[in-house]
């Protein structure tokens, strides 16, 4: 059965941070690289974050320095730890594979930034 269950978003102000959570079933979650993306209204899916090999991280310029991805294979769980947070990061938050290797895509995650 296939999985992507994402949480953790909601409003803040600019400045502010939250951290996102993702929990993946197995089949998508083990032995493949995953990565964060978002859609902001308007905008195609773009892709954030993303840890390759369990540890070697790569950031889209826009979100480097504020925010981490991080993954925890005990718990097939992703997490991204957003710091800083400006309104350009206003989006629906999605977890996934890097690269998609299906066309599954959970609900996503609500984050708001406003004052």
């Known amino acids: 059965q296939v999985q992507l269950v994402e949480s953790g978003g909601g409003l803040v102000q600019p400045g502010g941070s939250l951290r996102l959570s993702c929990v993946a079933s197995?089949?998508?979650?083990?032995?493949?690289?995953m990565g964060w993306y978002r859609q902001a209204p308007g905008k195609q899916r773009e892709l954030v974050a993303s840890i390759i090999g369990g540890a070697r991280t790569n950031y889209a310029d826009s979100v480097k320095g504020r925010f981490t991805i991080s993954r925890d294979n005990a718990k097939n769980t992703v997490y991204l730890q957003m710091n800083n947070l400006k309104s350009d990061d206003t989006a629906v938050y999605y977890c996934?594979?890097?690269?998609?290797?299906?066309?599954?895509w959970g609900q996503g995650t609500q984050v708001t930034v406003s004052s």
């Open positions: 197995a089949s998508i979650f083990v032995f493949n690289d």
């Open positions: 996934n594979q890097v690269p998609l290797h299906h066309p599954y």
